[in-house]
């Protein structure tokens, strides 16, 4: 209405941006602080760091929340000062791929951080996390809850000796137990006679010191799926997002170590 009535006093600014406005085309913006937390990679270009769960493309994720938020701004996070100056500035939302910082020889777990002092974030917590990185548990949860999942088993170097004591049958899938970013899987995952699975799971005791997780391989598309908890009345939302990925020199579509490395590249 204000907009309107100085429209009417003769002021021509303001008048030709009010069929943009009725059109949405220059949207309002809310009015909320967004903080993009971000560490240093003091390593080689794309290296994988431990305690970063996402890499995120802080630049690009900046362009799209500051359409429609007033306060949108990227963070790095150097000392466990300017982890302080975070909290005080109270944020009304952490945008981060970050799991942890290591500073004065402890971690801090960024979003059980947050929490201290109920500032909103997104992702998940340690409690979670820790889930999530152990295959083997997680697994065991999904089991427990009634959600399908392919049959599986954990095991080392020289614990199956024949065929034949193989729990499941061929062709599986293999990687280690522990870690992300795919590492350890490659385009030697997907296994389809006992050389290759005794091969495949010392490669993975000697390249990433990881017991092995073992299962049946089921061949489909590919989904990456965020679920979300409403603060107000604690319902899931699942968001999935479906990865394509290009067939490897075994016709097969993996999304391992290096096509990851690619991506984040592109």
Not at 71 to 84: G, K, M, P, Y
Not at 91 to 120: A, C, H, Q, T
Not at 136 to 144: D, T
Request: net charge positive; proline share 5%; with cysteine.
């Amino acid at each position: 209405m204000i907009i309107k009535d100085i429209a009417k006093q003769g002021i021509p600014e303001i008048g030709n941006i009010l069929p943009l406005i009725k059109n949405n085309i220059i949207p309002i913006k809310i009015n909320k602080t967004i903080e993009i937390v971000v560490v240093p990679n003091l390593g080689p270009k794309n290296s994988h760091q431990d305690n970063v769960g996402i890499v995120i493309e802080e630049k690009n994720i900046l362009r799209i929340l500051s359409k429609r938020y007033k306060d949108v701004s990227i963070t790095e996070i150097n000392s466990e000062q300017d982890l302080e100056a975070l909290v005080k500035r109270k944020p009304d939302l952490v945008f981060s791929g970050v799991k942890y910082f290591f500073f004065n020889n402890r971690n801090i777990w960024l979003n059980d951080y947050l929490e201290m002092f109920k500032i909103p974030y997104i992702a998940s917590s340690k409690a979670a996390l820790d889930n999530e990185s152990d295959k083997n548990r997680a697994k065991k949860i999904m089991q427990k809850n009634n959600i399908r999942t392919a049959d599986f088993f954990i095991t080392n170097p020289g614990e199956y000796l024949t065929e034949s004591s193989i729990p499941i049958s061929f062709p599986l899938f293999i990687k280690p137990v522990t870690g992300g970013d795919s590492r350890g899987v490659d385009k030697n995952s997907i296994v389809f006679n006992f050389e290759s699975f005794t091969a495949k799971v010392l490669d993975i005791k000697i390249k990433q010191n990881s017991p092995s997780l073992v299962e049946t391989y089921l061949a489909g598309k590919e989904y990456s799926v965020g679920i979300f908890e409403d603060s107000i009345d604690g319902a899931l939302r699942a968001m999935p997002i479906e990865i394509i990925v290009k067939e490897n020199v075994d016709g097969h579509c993996i999304l391992d170590f290096d096509v990851k490395k690619m991506m984040k590249r592109v």
